[in-house]
């Protein structure tokens, strides 16, 4: 069902049932639950796979905890650790990360590392928000005070504490691009990336990333891929750019004005924490940035794990 699927891409693994009526008839529910492309989990619809999945996930973790072996890491584990470690889990794709738990070897403790602070993946789910609101494993927050040296590492310790400090003129590591609408995104981020980064800090085309909260929309990704063709910058999606991990000299963060509904304090967080020289954030949503910032509000992802994990 192509609406189910849409959800999958913006991260749910389910939709509430009265949402989707509004937008089907009965009888096409019917047909999908039928078939089994469709699977009705009690006020929510999830398809087939994306519902195994989950319960695949939901079994493997009752089992470590209920056997006391299993245990939450914020952050990155320490090296040398005497355990299975699985890191980040929050951005695994489901069937990947059930695969991993059926593999754990008897006896042996299971860390499961991740940072609800950063940007889930790009596959749905939200594995670590559920696990850390089940409330049946121990959790060790080793997250560090400070995220690194110099403006950008100060840029994100204070994001992450729900500030945003103005960018400072004598210091060009960060940079604010105020525009009046998507077409002005579309056009300033190319002109930082053919002109104003690689003069101001030597850094080429190709060790910029271009990364954008949505693929769709006048200023979605897809949209900048277009316009900064034959740069050679490389245009993802914030949430990709967040699951690959590798980090840039330069990234350019473009928020147009269709994600004021969307932008939260962890997408600037990711910002920071991929940036290592030079970050620009392109910005058409106004006050919605600091906003967002300040009061933390992410767009919670709708799945069926929770309740599965609850149940034991």
Do not use: K, N
Not at 106 to 133: F, K, M, S, T
Not at 224 to 233: I, M, Q, R
Not at 274 to 286: D, E, I, Q, R
Request: hydrophobic share 50%.
């Amino acid at each position: 069902m192509r609406l189910l699927e849409r959800a999958a891409l913006d991260g749910h693994t389910a939709v509430r049932t009265d949402v989707v009526l509004a937008a089907l008839d009965q009888g096409s529910v019917d047909d999908a639950l039928s078939a089994g492309q469709v699977v009705d989990a009690g006020g929510l619809l999830a398809l087939e796979g994306l519902a195994t999945a989950e319960e695949g996930v939901a079994v493997e973790l009752q089992g470590l905890a209920g056997e006391g072996r299993v245990a939450v890491v914020l952050g990155d584990v320490p090296d040398g650790a005497d355990a299975f470690v699985v890191d980040q889990v929050d951005r695994r794709p489901l069937d990947e990360l059930a695969g991993l738990l059926q593999s754990v070897p008897e006896d042996v403790p299971v860390l499961l590392a991740g940072d609800p602070d950063r940007l889930p993946g790009p596959h749905p789910g939200a594995v670590l928000r559920d696990l850390l609101a089940w409330g049946e494993v121990e959790v060790r927050d080793l997250r560090p005070a400070t995220t690194g040296p110099g403006t950008l590492g100060r840029l994100a310790a204070a994001v992450r504490a729900g500030q945003l400090p103005p960018a400072d003129p004598a210091d060009r590591s960060l940079v604010v691009v105020a525009c009046a609408d998507d077409a002005t995104v579309l056009r300033r981020a190319r002109q930082l990336v053919s002109d104003s980064i690689p003069r101001s800090f030597g850094v080429a085309a190709a060790d910029i990333a271009v990364l954008a909260p949505l693929h769709r929309g006048v200023a979605g990704s897809r949209a900048l891929a277009e316009a900064l063709d034959g740069t050679g910058a490389e245009v993802l999606g914030l949430h990709e750019a967040a699951w690959a991990t590798q980090r840039r000299a330069a990234v350019v963060g473009c928020f147009g004005a269709g994600t004021a509904g969307v932008v939260s304090r962890a997408m600037v967080y990711e910002l920071a924490l991929l940036a290592t020289t030079h970050l620009s954030v392109v910005t058409a949503v106004g006050p919605a940035l600091p906003a967002a910032v300040a009061t933390g509000v992410t767009p919670q992802r709708v799945t069926l794990l929770a309740g599965m994990l609850a149940e034991s």
